[in-house]
């Protein structure tokens, strides 16, 4: 079946380190993959889209890449800062299933300290 | 500002009772959808809809319906409650049924008792 591995649940990273989070996924061919930002008591918000042609995808301090070799996805938040702490979900379509929808992954909550 | 309104933010709901939760866009997207979220499982598609008129089923339908009777709004309901379906719910909206960016509500904290 389908699925999709964040790297863990949870992530601290010193300030004015880089946090690197991983996307896994099985089973899958995904034509895009999406990455949003949740905040406590929110709803998700889209930051990033990168297509399987894209190996790489930048906004400010946020880097994406896109492996459809390794199945993987980085993202990438450079000069961390604590405002940057949040919960981080990837999300794939699923077109080869026949279900043109988003799935997402659980998400890792990504904690910067001072 | 443009978005998704969702209400009521939260709910405390008896087993058995019949709920609305109710969502509105003003972005004039076609695509509009429902989720639900639950510690460990993550967003899981409930109903979906491509475009006023249209709906289709998620990863997990059993227990809900929707309608889309115009473009802005898209109401989730919940015929007869039962403690399992106790989740955030959130709303979502994008510009069409493909794969664009969403946008989400603050969702609609929902307890059953």
């Known amino acids: 079946s389908q699925k999709i591995e964040q790297n863990s649940e949870a992530l601290n990273i010193q300030e004015g380190k880089t946090a690197t989070l991983t996307c896994n996924y099985t089973n899958y061919s995904p034509a895009y993959l999406q990455w949003y930002r949740q905040d406590p008591g929110r709803g998700p918000v889209f930051l990033l889209l990168i297509r399987e042609n894209e190996k790489e995808k930048r906004k400010e301090r946020l880097k994406v890449t896109f492996d459809t070799t390794l199945k993987q996805s980085l993202f990438h938040i450079t000069a961390s800062q604590p405002a940057d702490s949040a919960t981080y979900l990837c999300?794939?379509?699923?077109?080869?299933?026949?279900?043109?929808?988003?799935?997402f992954g659980t998400g890792t909550r990504l904690t910067i300290i001072p | 500002i443009a978005g998704i309104t969702q209400a009521p933010t939260s709910q405390i709901l008896a087993a058995g009772r019949r709920m609305t939760l109710r969502c509105t866009q003003d972005m004039r997207h076609n695509a509009m959808y429902w989720y639900r979220q639950d510690l460990g499982l993550g967003l899981r598609l409930i109903h979906y809809s491509n475009t006023a008129g249209t709906t289709g089923k998620g990863e997990v339908p059993d227990g809900y319906s929707v309608s889309r009777a115009n473009t802005d709004d898209f109401p989730l309901t919940l015929a007869s409650a039962v403690p399992s379906q106790t989740s955030v719910y959130f709303c979502?909206?994008?510009?069409?049924?493909?794969?664009?960016?969403?946008?989400f509500g603050d969702g609609t904290r929902l307890s059953i008792l």
């Open positions: 979502a909206s994008s510009e069409d049924g493909q794969f664009g960016p969403q946008h």
């Open positions: 999300a794939l379509d699923r077109t080869n299933f026949g279900n043109e929808k988003l799935t």
